[in-house]
T-cell receptor, first 110, second 118 residues
Framework: KQEVTQIPAALSVPEGENLVLNCSFT??????LQWFRQDPGKGLTSLLL?????REQTSGRLNASLDKSSGRSTLYIAASQPGDSATYLC?????????FGKGTRLSVIA | GAVVSQHPSRVICKSGTSVKIECRSL??????MFWYRQFPKKSLMLMAT?????????EQGVEKDKFLINHASLTLSTLTVTSAHPEDSSFYIC??????????????FGQGTRLTVV
């Protein structure tokens, strides 16, 4: 059974810092890995999708990497801003629908 | 990108009543949609897979008679919480992929529905 773990559970950084969020999964037989952002009381916004054959994807200040063999992914956020404050979720897709981690709650302090 | 719309965004109901939540794919046809439940500060848990024109597939531990799912068209799936109890209070989110893009493409999510049973 696929299990997804995200570390840290919460993170607080000053504005302008670069930061890394971590995601690990137990079954490397995945189709893709997706990073989402969730604001309080809201739905999910897809940030980046990495196919199993890819190593990384970039969108603006966000860069996500995937090491399928070791079951790890990172989300790198450059020059963090207060507007980046949210919960970040990673999810993997394999033979089952998306399996989610519990998320990392990020606070960027102005 | 593809858009999934969920309605209502927030609902308060009395114990014992039923509540229907709608999930629509606005610019693609979704043969399969997924319903998730999220407890406070917890991850999203898959409840069931909604299949157009056939019965939904429920995850272990999810009561199918309590959480009725109907997927009558290629753009609409509904989740009905029957005889709601306060412990059903939660955040419910639906998801769908655009099948024309392939089975391993990006999943899109609705805005979520905050259900409070009083």
């Amino acid at each position: 059974k696929q299990e997804v773990t995200q570390i840290p559970a919460a993170l607080s950084v000053p504005e302008g810092e670069n930061l890394v969020l971590n995601c690990s999964f137990t079954d490397s037989a995945i189709y893709n890995l997706q990073w989402f952002r969730q604001d309080p009381g809201k739905g999910l916004t897809s940030l980046l999708l990495i196919q199993s054959s890819q190593r990384e994807q970039t969108s603006g200040r966000l860069n996500a990497s995937l090491d399928k063999s070791s079951g790890r992914s990172t989300l790198y956020i450059a020059a963090s801003q207060p507007g980046d404050s949210a919960t970040y979720l990673c999810a993997v897709s394999g033979n089952t629908p998306l399996v989610f981690g519990k998320g990392t709650r990020l606070s960027v302090i102005a | 990108g593809a858009v999934v719309s969920q309605h209502p965004s927030r609902v308060i109901c009395k114990s014992g009543t039923s509540v229907k939540i709608e999930c629509r794919s606005l610019d693609f046809q979704a043969t399969t949609m997924f319903w998730y439940r999220q407890f406070p500060k917890k991850s999203l848990m898959l409840m069931a897979t909604s299949n157009e024109g056939s019965k939904a597939t429920y995850e272990q531990g999810v009561e199918k008679d309590k959480f009725l799912i109907n997927h009558a068209s290629l753009t609409l799936s509904t989740l009905t919480v029957t005889s709601a109890h306060p412990e059903d209070s939660s955040f419910y989110i639906c998801s769908a992929r655009d099948p024309s893009r392939g089975f391993d493409t990006e999943a899109f999510f609705g805005q979520g529905t905050r259900l409070t049973v009083v």
